[in-house]
Nanobody, 124 residues
Framework: QVQLVESGGGLVQAGGSLRLSCAAS????????MGWFRQAPGKEREFVATISRRGGLTYYLDSVKGRFTISRDNAKNTVYLQMNSLKPEDTAVYYCAAKLYYGDSSLAREYKYWGQGTQVTVSS
């Protein structure tokens, strides 16, 4: 049974930082590209960042470039999202997801497995 479990969310003031983690089990982690998505109330789920199987390629939503960094540790079956200079508009539930190597990594429909999400709230 595949499980993706996010952690690290919380309440932070604008300008602050949070580090999200996503621990994977039940799959060969190094075979999967990993992504982070977010969903704010009343909005559709939005791509945030993705990292390739070996970690050599990353891609970000324009509005988070230079502020967020995605990374992974295949020995620990974990993907991270370091979020700096947080803004109120970053407030959302953040989800990690896993996909095989093919397909567009910015599209939610390409991802096979999803975590339950972790809430990030940025106060102004």
């Amino acid at each position: 049974q595949v499980q993706l479990v996010e952690s690290g969310g919380g309440l932070v003031q604008a300008g602050g930082s949070l580090r999200l983690s996503c621990a994977a089990s039940g799959l060969t982690f190094s075979n999967y590209d990993m992504g982070w998505f977010r969903q704010a109330p009343g909005k559709e789920r939005e791509f945030v960042a993705t990292i390739s199987r070996r970690g050599g390629l990353t891609y970000y939503l324009d509005s988070v470039k230079g502020r967020f960094t995605i990374s992974r540790d295949n020995a620990k079956n974990t993907v991270y999202l370091q979020m700096n200079s947080l803004k109120p508009e970053d407030t959302a539930v953040y989800y990690c997801a896993a996909k095989l190597y093919y397909g567009d990594s910015s599209l939610a429909r390409e991802y096979k497995y999803w975590g339950q999400g972790t809430q990030v709230t940025v106060s102004s």
